[in-house]
Nanobody, 124 residues
Framework: QVQLVQSGGGLVQAGGSLRLSCAAS????????MGWFRQAAGKERDFVSA????????YYPDTQKGRFTASRDNAKNTVYLQMNDLKPEDTAVYYC?????????????????WGQGTQVTVSS
């Protein structure tokens, strides 16, 4: 059973930065592509970023315009999401997810395991 434990998040003013972390329990973490998704109140879960198992490829939706950066440290079994220039519309619960068989997908259906979620609130 894979466990993903998230940390980071919280309340930040518009224009500020936050870094989310997601620590994985599986020993073969380096074989998993990882994704980040977010879900605002009353809305569907949206794709935020994905990173390949080796970390050499990252994926983002076009709407993000370079504000978010995913990275990973396989030696620490941890994936990160650095979020800069945050906006009130970024307010949501953020989730990390693990995909054993893909290369980094924007579809939440591709991911087998999920973190517990962490709240990010951006005030104007």
């Amino acid at each position: 059973q894979v466990q993903l434990v998230q940390s980071g998040g919280g309340l930040v003013q518009a224009g500020g930065s936050l870094r989310l972390s997601c620590a994985a329990s599986q020993r073969d973490f380096s074989r998993y592509a990882m994704g980040w998704f977010r879900q605002a109140a009353g809305k569907e879960r949206d794709f935020v970023s994905a990173i390949s198992y080796s970390g050499d490829k990252t994926y983002y939706p076009d709407t993000q315009k370079g504000r978010f950066t995913a990275s990973r440290d396989n030696a620490k079994n941890t994936v990160y999401l650095q979020m800069n220039d945050l906006k009130p519309e970024d307010t949501a619960v953020y989730y990390c997810a693990a995909d054993r068989y893909g290369g980094g997908s924007s579809s939440h259906n591709q991911y087998e395991y999920w973190g517990q979620g962490t709240q990010v609130t951006v005030s104007s």
